[in-house]
């Protein structure tokens, strides 16, 4: 990593948020890494966290990832799951990972992380959530529902043709076949062989 320099990391990360700063971290930490650690990386949050451009969320990750460590990340994704679903409120991301890892039975802690992370990248996104494909969408607290876009665009041509008004949409998550539909979705999600 040295010997690619900071110019050298810049140009194979420049796609990436922050690359000025990261680029100037990794060389930092990489020279560390060699003259304090023998070339390792430690295994100490402690130890970490006096590395530039590591902070609590970051050791979290690596202590979970390198080292098995049941450690539960608070990123931007995580903390906006945890908030909406109730799972574990908080109003920083470390009261929020507190909870979290009171909460998350042990033979769970290891993925949490990584399936909290899923979930707000893919699912419940930051402004617009998939509350009509969502697998906890009739345990979620979380109101209003974003309705299906597919259904609202029926309902909207169907009320065109017909000169009809259109209803308001029913919230998924609120109809009386949602949480039935929900169930359905997790039950198919935990058939063995079924990736994430
Ligand atoms: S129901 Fe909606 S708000 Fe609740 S977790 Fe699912 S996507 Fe997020």
Not at 34 to 56: F, K, M, Y
Not at 64 to 86: K, L, S, W, Y
Not at 120 to 140: F, H, M
Not at 182 to 188: L, P
């Amino acid at each position: 990593m040295l010997e690619l320099g900071e110019e050298g990391v810049r140009e194979k990360i420049k796609t990436i948020g922050l690359f000025n700063a990261k680029a100037k971290n990794v060389i930092a930490l990489s020279r560390i890494l060699i003259e304090q650690h023998g070339g390792e990386v430690p295994a100490s949050r402690e130890a970490l966290q006096t590395l530039p451009g590591v902070g609590r969320k970051t050791a979290s990750v690596v202590m979970n990832e390198a080292f098995g460590e049941p450690t539960i990340a608070v990123d931007t994704h995580v903390f906006r799951v945890a908030n909406r679903t109730g799972l574990a409120p908080g109003k920083t991301p470390d009261a929020v990972e507190k909870k979290l890892e009171a909460i998350v039975p042990e033979r769970w802690k290891k993925g949490a992380h990584h399936w909290l992370i899923l979930h707000g990248r893919y699912t419940c996104l930051a402004r617009k959530p998939r509350c009509w494909s969502c697998v906890i969408a009739d345990i979620c607290p979380f109101r209003p529902k974003t309705p299906d876009p597919e259904e609202e665009a029926r309902l909207a041509a169907e009320a065109k043709a017909s000169g009809r008004r259109l209803a308001p949409p029913k919230p998924a998550g609120t109809t009386k076949a949602a949480p039935a539909r929900a169930a359905s979705k997790r039950a198919a999600a935990k058939k063995p062989g079924r990736s994430r």
